[in-house]
């Protein structure tokens, strides 16, 4: 079992910046990708980007590609999403996982990165 919780969530205006943070604990957390995703309310969730778990070049989603980063410290048992110029439409619920990349094909959430645990989410919200 992992338990993951997300921190550093909150409000931002338009153009600014937040970094998420994901502590993990439980089963050995290195062996593990990890991953990003979001939900804004009344649409899918989207996958965002994922890193394995040595690091390495991420996997970033090219709706976010050029803005938002993922990075991983398996001494910290955390991994962070740095997000850039947030917009509004960035509003949503931010979940943090565990999981496999790469994975199957995932048509309902559209990656190839398969998550196995998932946090409770951070709400982020943009203002204009």
């Known amino acids: 079992q992992v338990q993951l919780v997300e921190s550093g969530g909150g409000l931002v205006q338009a153009g600014g910046s937040l970094r998420l943070s994901c502590a993990a604990s439980?089963?050995?957390?290195?062996?593990?990708?990890m991953g990003w995703f979001r939900q804004a309310p009344g649409k899918e969730r989207d996958f965002l980007a994922a890193?394995?778990?040595?690091?390495?070049?991420?996997y970033i989603a090219d709706s976010v590609k050029g803005r938002f980063t993922i990075a991983r410290d398996n001494a910290k048992n955390t991994v962070y999403l740095q997000m850039n110029s947030l917009k509004p439409e960035d509003t949503a619920v931010y979940y943090c996982t565990t999981g496999t990349w790469p994975g199957a094909y995932l048509p309902h959430l559209k990656t190839g990165y398969n998550p196995n645990y998932w946090g409770q989410g951070t709400q982020v919200t943009v203002s204009l």
């Open positions: 439980g089963r050995t957390f290195s062996y593990y990708a």
């Open positions: 890193i394995a778990w040595a690091g390495g070049p991420p």
